[in-house]
């Protein structure tokens, strides 16, 4: 699992082979506040694989930092 940060929020990229040996985008972005952290699983389009983990975790990267943006501009539903 690699992990990276943006706008200070935690992102884990943790996509998935397939029985198949094609990928599915994953990540967690986790939120730490003083009554602990808070897991939130992004996922990507079930019909979208990928050939490499590569790719499907460069995929889950950009889906988790439209929610991070989404999240801290009042987007995502909440607005």
Do not use: C, Q
């Not at 808070?38 to 439209?66: C, H, M, N, Q």
């Amino acid at each position: 699992m690699r992990s990276t940060k943006y706008r200070d929020h935690k992102i884990e990229l943790v996509s998935e082979k397939t029985s198949s040996g094609e990928w599915v985008a994953r990540a967690t972005i986790v939120i730490n506040s003083p009554s602990g952290a808070k897991r939130i699983p992004v996922f990507g389009r079930r019909r979208a694989t990928f050939d490499s983990k590569r790719g499907a975790d460069a995929y889950a990267l950009e889906l988790a930092k439209l929610w991070v943006d989404g999240h801290l501009w009042g987007g995502n539903g909440r607005g």
